[in-house]
């Protein structure tokens, strides 16, 4: 008996002691875990203060499909604007950004919430020395510079912002104008078809050019490791590719940024299919982007070759130049009309649908009606459109 008691008392005691330990935690947990919360209730709270310092307090808005990134919403009780917080990948993990919006949809300040980027490096962007330069700015972030050295956590602070801008266009019921690329340079499609003098549009989602009589330019973009990868791809009038030029990329150096040299680049030509693309080892994260580029791209081929060509014209507005594109099918028809760029105060009414779907189907701008109450406008509009589809029957 006493042997049994010799080996059976110390997992006993063990026992006891281990449940004692965790009936302890548990209540230690109970205890704290209210605490933290509440700490960091506080100090979201005082975050928010500081990000939108007009506002006397919050609520927060529930948002029923969260875009990509974001984490919640709040708004000022007193109508100043809106606090979000949203997220995007930088380099050390997930960097996490409280913006303020204020009520003219500007960015009244930021603050980084979790940062896991490199000390000394990354985590510059939690400084306010980059950080201010987004106050007053608005969704487009024009003139945003990265700091030196540490592109993709500069890339992941601007993403997670347009984030929360998304969010906050789908709360506060508005319309959110993102970063626009600009179209490809005359220079990038002289290098993917050296020998064509002549690039037309086509009136389709998204950037692609018609190459003289030699085939086609898709560009397409989605994110990589360090931001977003943008392809102009040439293809001949086979499917087949002709060339590749990177338009945006901030991939790092021995890495991602090993696709944008010319070796992988000329190896490329000839293939007719994403499945075909050569794959770096150590960089799969780019190639991913990639292979979505060229998926893309491929598949918007098909098409193009009943797609109609857009052609701009412009016009002087009530207190500004009006730029229209015109998309014109292969009979003479429009198929399509925008406001591309105008400083009129009355844009926003020549882009309601119900005066820019008369223009569909029809060869000329006879009958078209203008806009009670903006008729230069609407009349600056329609000579536009002539002058779109005087430029496609000269061209």
Same mark, same amino acid.
């Given at each position: ?72 919403? #709040?708004? /000022? ?5 809106? %606090? +979000? &917080?949203?997220? @995007?990948?930088?380099? !050390? ?115 692609? #050019?018609? /190459? ?5 330019? %898709? +560009? &397409?973009?989605? @994110?990589?490791?360090? !931001? ?168």
């Amino acid at each position: 008996m006493s042997m049994f008691k010799e080996f059976a008392m110390p997992p006993l005691v063990l026992t006891v002691i281990a449940a004692v330990v965790t009936g302890a935690l548990v209540a230690t947990e109970s205890v704290t875990t209210p605490i933290i919360e509440q700490q960091a209730a506080a100090a979201a709270d005082a975050a928010r203060a500081v990000v939108l310092p007009s506002a006397d307090s919050f609520t927060q808005v529930t948002v029923d499909e969260m875009p990509e990134g974001g984490v919640d919403i #709040y708004e /000022a009780n007193n109508g100043t604007g809106y %606090v +979000v &917080t949203a997220q @995007a990948k930088g380099y !050390g993990g997930m960097l996490k950004v409280m913006v303020g919006i204020d009520s003219n949809g500007l960015i009244s300040g930021t603050e980084v919430l979790e940062n896991n980027e490199t000390q000394g490096l990354g985590s510059k962007v939690s400084e306010h020395a980059f950080m201010d330069q987004y106050i007053g700015k608005d969704s487009t972030l024009e003139g945003i510079e990265t700091i030196s050295g540490t592109t993709i956590s500069s890339n992941a602070f601007s993403k997670a912002v347009q984030n929360a801008y998304q969010v906050y266009g789908v709360a506060a019921g508005v319309e959110v104008a993102g970063t626009q690329r600009d179209p490809i340079t005359d220079e990038v499609k002289a290098e993917l078809f050296p020998n064509v003098t002549s690039f037309q549009k086509y009136a389709v989602e998204g950037e692609a #050019y018609k /190459a003289g009589d030699e085939g086609y330019i %898709v +560009v &397409t973009s989605n @994110a990589g490791f360090a !931001g977003d990868v943008t392809t102009a791809i040439g293809f001949d009038l086979n499917g087949a590719i002709t060339g590749v030029v990177f338009t945006e990329t901030s991939e790092t150096q021995d890495y991602g940024e090993q696709y944008t040299r010319a070796s992988w680049k000329d190896a490329q030509v000839g293939k007719t299919s994403a499945d075909e693309l050569d794959l770096i080892s150590g960089a799969t994260v780019t190639y991913d982007a990639l292979k979505l580029n060229f998926t893309e791209a491929f598949e918007m081929l098909p098409t193009l070759a009943d797609a109609s060509l857009e052609y701009e014209g412009t016009a002087e507005g009530y207190n500004g130049t009006m730029t229209v594109a015109v998309g014109i099918d292969s009979t003479g028809a429009i198929t399509s009309v925008r406001l591309v760029d105008s400083a009129d105060d009355f844009a926003s009414k020549v882009s309601d649908e119900a005066f820019t779907s008369q223009f569909v189907g029809k060869t000329s701008t006879d009958g078209i009606s203008t806009i009670s109450g903006a008729t230069v406008s609407s009349t600056a509009f329609i000579e536009a459109v002539n002058n779109a589809l005087a430029a496609q029957k000269g061209a």
